[in-house]
């Protein structure tokens, strides 16, 4: 099935050569990637990936999957589910002041302190994954 794929697409490759507007430079291009087409491995088959962890190695608390930061989309969806486990009855992990008068106020001074016992996981494409606690990020 692979040599039937890749026949389909050196020929597709050559059908630009019949054009007429093209240069003898362009068809020597052309030919010279049709048979670097030809001489490419067809993977017919993949193993199958276990999804695994990924670890930081000793003492070192590193984010070794993405930035060293939490993005904004995930301070967003941590301050939400905070805000929302706030807004429920859950009790603040920080004093309150007189400037804090929302549960999102609340759960972005927690997000700010590190106190939220919370953990991010980062996957990769190939399902190995980080789960990676608040006070890892910068």
Do not use: C, W
């Amino acid at each position: 099935m692979g040599d039937q794929v890749l026949e389909k697409a050196v020929i597709a490759f050559r059908k630009r050569m019949e054009r007429d507007d093209l240069t003898d430079e362009q068809r020597e291009e052309i030919e010279i990637r049709a048979k670097a087409m030809e001489t490419r491995d067809v993977i017919e088959y993949n193993e199958e990936h276990t999804a695994t962890e990924i670890v930081s190695e000793g003492d070192e608390r590193r984010v070794l999957i993405g930035p060293p930061t939490l993005t904004r989309f995930e301070k967003a969806r941590i301050m939400g589910a905070r805000a929302l486990q706030l807004s429920m009855g859950a009790p603040p992990f920080v004093d309150l002041t007189s400037d804090i008068k929302t549960s999102l106020a609340i759960a972005q001074e927690e997000l700010n302190l590190r106190v939220i016992p919370i953990v991010i996981r980062r996957a990769l494409p190939n399902g190995d994954f980080q789960n990676i606690p608040i006070g890892y990020f910068n």
